[in-house]
């Protein structure tokens, strides 16, 4: 009997770790509002944005496109503690070398995370709706597809909430407009090319302090 339990034990575990899926790619549409006429205004141009997420162990990629004006590209190594930037933005093309170590110490209280029993399938994967508050108590309701499991530490649309699984759909909150993602497609396979630190050409590298003046801060 003993040796029974301890069988149906392992097997468990086994299947467990074999239904989590650590590499990927996810493809979300991006949806736009605001109360503020002045940014309403502004909605049309971004309509047609895309933001698609990479993910392998210790890895993790957003490659974001806001309408015809914003491209932005992050890579987090979380195992180096190291990630870079590039954003283009009418034309003009800046790289920021990222120290990931920095993001631990700068982070507020963590927020809290409460799971409820409300589920969902988006492309094929079973989410769970899960609301986190910061301790501001600012509130975001995120739909949580635990057997998807990415380190996103760096990626300042997932923010600092450490939930179990990768969120396929969610909500975020940017000077006044409200965009809201959700996944459309996943794939399996990802490139490990797709995680390179290396800065490409025509890119004017800039530091942190000063992109974050230039309001592309994490």
């Not at 392992?10 to 549409?29: C, H, N, R």
């Not at 399938?121 to 986190?132: H, N």
């Not at 975001?140 to 649309?157: E, P, R, V």
Request: glycine share 8%; hydrophobic share 40%; net charge neutral.
């Amino acid at each position: 009997m003993k040796h029974l339990l301890l069988s149906i034990l392992f097997l468990a575990v086994v299947g467990t770790s074999i239904a989590q899926q650590k590499t990927g790619q996810i493809s979300y549409s991006m949806d736009f509002a605001s109360d503020n006429p002045d940014m309403a205004m502004a909605l049309p141009m971004m309509q047609g944005s895309t933001m698609e997420m990479y993910f392998m162990p210790n890895k993790s990629k957003i490659d974001m496109t806001m309408g015809t004006f914003m491209k932005m590209n992050t890579v987090a190594d979380t195992k180096a503690n190291k990630g870079l930037m590039l954003m283009e933005i009418m034309g003009n093309k800046t790289a920021t070398e990222l120290d990931l170590s920095k993001t631990d110490k700068e982070e507020k209280a963590e927020p809290t995370v409460e799971v409820t029993t409300e589920t969902k399938e988006i492309v094929g994967y079973k989410c769970t709706k899960t609301i986190v508050r910061d301790a501001d108590g600012n509130e975001a309701i995120m739909w949580i597809a635990s057997d998807l499991q990415a380190s996103l530490k760096g990626q300042q649309q997932f923010g600092n909430s450490k939930v179990d699984g990768v969120p396929l759909e969610f909500s975020t909150v940017n000077n006044g407009m409200t965009i809201h993602f959700i996944a459309t497609k996943f794939s399996k396979k990802v490139d490990k090319k797709a995680f390179s630190l290396k800065i490409p050409e025509g890119y004017t590298k800039v530091t942190e302090d000063d992109l974050k003046n230039m309001g592309g801060g994490m």
